[in-house]
């Protein structure tokens, strides 16, 4: 399947795919009404240091076990994309604990949320990956897990 | 402050009803001029580090901020222009010589803009590219003046070395340690892509890019830096730089902080030490020393590949051209006074020189007279910034133009002219790690590659509309140029008609 693949040695840390992402799942139409003012809640994190940054997100897991450790049945896998029913979550933070990527995130109501490749939102494609202004987070078809 | 202060000459204007405060800006600017304020909870600004190289302004996402010129001004005078007494206050302040980058930004005349050119009505038809065939290849060399024929009678096919281009194009000299590893690697990347070619300039040639060697022009300058046999044999041509046009009559310095790791290695000198191109190779003082360097470079390559000599453009540019056609050089690259550089003192940038409109036509005109024109190609450059100053330039007798400016634009450069800081936020001019990688190659050899497709469309649609299906039929065509608003004298140099003549 396609997914969305980071080559850390042309992430810049700029932070814009954070913010991408958390205006492409808003559902608002313009990003100053979206985010200003307000912390962010991203499904997309930039991680590293000051030498290396990488952006980090669902790897959309071929067996993944988030699914099996939700206990609300939340998480499921809809064809290969890992996506979460946002209304049956109940906020245990189990998936947060097994997640070995550390893509799960709460939101601003402590509610989980995980990126779904920008598929259910208007953006169409991931948000993180349009925006990229140096290439260094692909959408693309690997062949591997 | 004080006697030394001069107000900062950009301001930058935030919108504060669209900033979302993601501090893009502050970490994209090596500058350091954006910060966050925790206590006010907004974004600021010190103007007095900017440079106007528009980075924020590109990748901010809200489109919340623009970078204007202050109109902080010191009482209007023709003679005392405010940037002139400020290069005083600075002269004064640092007892130095002025340091600038890119090409000069005065405002010398620029003569493709008073150049039209024609097209076919009625009487004798255009052509269209899109369903007849154009030719845009070029070869450059020394070409044969008769027809040879063997004993047997055929003709003899020998040529001296050549080269051959896609189209009347090449990369002109930046060196690695100028540019970034990845700029270099994108020129190198897109010239193999496009069938053109790219030039090392007087830095070595990193070990990565042997590869696109058949791509590759190696020069030899006075410093040497990064020559050896390998390097010699790398490319597919050998330049000798005498001259640039931004700074003709003087030689390089590359400052020894920037002389680290793989630039120390390529150009072949210990980390740290200054790299110091004299102003003159100091075994050329006449066209016969340079007749021996020439011959001696070609004895090194087995005369397999051609040798371009290149110089500024200045007063007696014709005389000069022509005993370098004499010497055994095969091409002749000359940089207009409009040229490029990395640094240059200011004064030398915007004083000394020549425009290369006026060089071109002179030089052109007098191997055509000495019948030596057939003995070396022509490239010209200095400010080549459209697909027409190349149709107006081959027109005046070129075969092909050198561009480096263009490249770096389609690179991401937006001529803040500040390279010589080595702070270059778009990755290009810079050896700072975190800076060098914000040109990712893949990006920058593909605008590359797109700039000169569309280039080279609208050359095709050009020489159509002249009726002209090869640019071998343009070249020195000068028929096809008219004047417009030239004096008599700037005409007869150029060798063309006024428009409605």
């Known amino acids: 399947m396609k997914r969305v693949y980071v080559d850390e ?8 795919c954070e913010y991408n992402c958390a205006f492409a799942n808003s559902g608002l139409p313009d990003m100053v009404l979206a985010l200003k003012g307000k912390p962010i809640y991203p499904r997309i994190h930039i991680e590293g240091h000051d030498k290396i940054t990488y952006a980090v997100s669902c790897r959309h897991c071929e067996d993944p076990i988030c699914v099996k450790s939700c206990i609300a049945g939340a998480i499921s896998k809809d064809g290969e994309v890992v996506k979460i029913d946002r209304s049956r979550c109940v906020s245990c933070y189990t ?11 709460p939101d601003e109501n402590g509610v989980m949320q995980k990126c779904e490749l920008c598929l259910e939102n208007a953006c169409g494609e991931p948000a993180c990956v349009k925006g990229c202004p140096n290439r260094a987070i692909i959408y693309e078809e690997r062949g591997e897990a | 402050m004080g006697v030394d202060f001069i107000y900062p000459e950009f301001e930058v204007i935030r919108n504060e009803s669209r900033c979302i405060a993601c501090r893009v800006c502050e970490r994209q600017c090596a500058n350091e001029v954006h910060f966050f304020s925790p206590e006010r909870g907004i974004m600021m600004s010190d103007e007095t580090k900017c440079v106007d190289c528009q980075r924020c302004v590109s990748l901010c996402p809200t489109r919340a901020l623009k970078i204007i010129r202050s109109d902080c001004a010191l009482r209007e005078n023709a003679n005392w222009p405010d940037s002139t007494i400020k290069e005083i206050y600075r002269q004064a302040s640092s007892g130095g010589v002025l340091l600038s980058s890119m090409g000069t930004p005065k405002a010398y005349p620029v003569y493709w803009d008073k150049i039209v050119i024609n097209a076919s009505q009625v009487t004798n038809p255009s052509i269209d590219p899109l369903r007849e065939p154009m030719e845009t290849r070029v070869t450059l060399g020394k070409k044969p003046d008769k027809i040879r024929r063997g004993e047997d009678g055929r003709i003899v096919y020998e040529l001296p070395p050549q080269i051959s281009l896609s189209m009347p194009i090449l990369f002109s000299a930046m060196s690695y340690g100028s540019l970034s590893y990845n700029a270099h690697a994108s020129l190198a990347r897109a010239a193999e892509e496009l069938g053109i070619l790219y030039n090392t300039g ?13 791509n590759t022009i190696v020069q030899v300058a006075s410093g040497r830096f990064g020559v050896h046999m390998d390097y010699l044999k790398a490319g597919s041509a050998i330049e000798i730089k005498i001259g640039q046009g931004a700074k003709p009559g003087i030689g390089g310095h590359l400052p020894g902080t920037k002389i680290v790791g793989d630039i120390s290695r390529t150009r072949m000198i210990p980390e740290g030490t200054d790299a110091i191109s004299p102003a003159p190779h100091h075994d050329i003082y006449s066209i016969e020393d340079l007749r021996q360097l020439v011959f001696s470079l070609k004895e090194a390559i087995n005369y397999s590949k051609p040798i371009i000599v290149k110089v500024a453009a200045v007063h007696n540019i014709a005389a000069i051209a022509s005993g370098i056609a004499r010497s055994g050089a095969d091409i002749i690259a000359i940089d207009g006074i ?9 004064r030398i940038r915007d004083n000394v020189g020549i425009p290369i409109e006026l060089a071109l036509a002179a030089v052109d005109q007098r191997l055509r007279e000495e019948g030596i024109r057939n003995n070396v190609s022509l490239v010209i450059g200095g400010s080549v910034r459209s697909s027409t100053d190349v149709v107006k330039a081959i027109a005046l007798g070129a075969d092909a133009c050198y561009i480096a400016t263009s490249a770096l634009l389609a690179l991401g450069c937006h001529l803040c002219r500040t390279c010589h800081t080595g702070k270059c936020n778009w990755g290009i001019a810079t050896q700072n790690p975190e800076l060098v990688k914000r040109l990712n190659p893949d990006i920058g050899s593909k605008r590359l590659v797109n700039l000169m497709t569309a280039w080279r469309h609208e050359i095709m649609e050009l020489m159509g509309g002249m009726g002209i299906n090869s640019i071998e ?4 065509n000068r ?6 608003g030239l004096t008599e004298k700037e005409l007869e140099i150029l060798g063309i008609s006024h428009a409605g003549e």
């Open chain 2, 473 to 476: 039929a343009l070249r020195g």
């Open chain 2, 338 to 346: 409009r040229g490029g550089t990395g640094a240059a003192p200011t």
């Open chain 2, 479 to 484: 028929l096809m140029l008219r004047g417009v």
């Open chain 1, 95 to 105: 998936c947060i604990l097994v997640c070995p990527y550390g893509a799960l995130t």
């Open chain 2, 202 to 214: 007087e830095g070595g040639l990193h070990e990565d890019f042997y590869c696109y060697g058949p």
């Open chain 1, 9 to 16: 040695q042309w992430c810049l840390g700029c932070h814009l």
